[in-house]
């Protein structure tokens, strides 16, 4: 019978330094210097969060300022489909570590906006995050100036108020977002006039308001109509040359000339004085 090996260990030792639990997990930790991020442990323990959502936003917070974080591009990164991508992201806001909001820029196009909290949104570190910063500088507050006032016509004919009326009552048949209220068109018309007093056709009118609309949906259509109308408002015509005085001659004097009235031409006047009364 061999002999035993009183030196042999009794278990198989771990490779982990230290002291071991007897149960659990072990932990292994590098110390890092780049390349990581710092998430809460109230999200990562979070107990009414799907792992799905907990996982999610933990990739969120490490991306850079800017990155996509829409499904489509979510979905393109992870197995999940867009269905439970969807959902996580809904978990995140309901929780608080995300707000999405839909904004129009001034071009009138319609974008989204993600932020992503690594504390809950109201939460006491929020808070301190979000407070205002020390005030700038006092600058004087310019008042806004008052919007200019809509063309108005010289004159004031009926039949071009009725073409007014109908050309504008008519844009939604070119954009089914420029149906006008009737005090609207009332109120719109006299720029209309303007228009078309300063020699500008109907039609010229009607493309000049409709042509190259932003994209969406379109919430003050009276107000773009007015700001285009004074806006683009084309200049007053130039005034006619004067006529040119008629024509005029006498009998003896085979010399016609430009007067107002009969009368003697130049030379005539010179040369034959008028003869004088008795």
Known sequence: MDAEHTSAPSRTRSAVPGPNPSYGVTHVNVRLTKRYTVVDNSLLQHRELSLLAIGLAGHIQSLPTGARVDIKSLTSRFPEGEVRIAAALRELETHGYLSRTRERLPNGRMVSRTVSYNQ?????????????????????????PPKPPLPEPTSSASAPRRI???????????????????????????????????????????????????????????????????????????????????????????????AAEPGRCRDCRLHQPLPQAS
């Not at 949104?121 to 008042?143: I, K, Y």
């Not at 700001?227 to 040119?244: C, D, F, M, N, V």
């Open 120 to 144: 809950p949104m109201g939460s006491a570190d929020v808070r301190e995050v979000t407070q205002p910063q020390p005030p700038r500088p006092e600058r004087a507050q310019l008042p806004r």
């Open 164 to 258: 007014a009326t109908a050309l504008l009552s008519r844009l939604h048949h070119d954009d089914s977002r420029l149906l006008l209220a009737e005090r609207e068109v009332r109120r719109l018309a006299p720029a209309v006039d303007a228009w078309l007093e300063r020699g500008a056709s109907a039609d010229a009118v009607r493309r000049t308001l409709t042509a190259c609309l932003p994209t969406g949906p379109l919430h003050h259509p009276a107000g773009l109509m007015a700001h285009r109308l004074t806006e683009y408002l084309p200049p007053p015509p130039a005034p006619a040359p004067p006529r040119p005085l008629p024509f005029q001659d006498r009998d003896g004097c085979d010399r016609p000339f430009r």
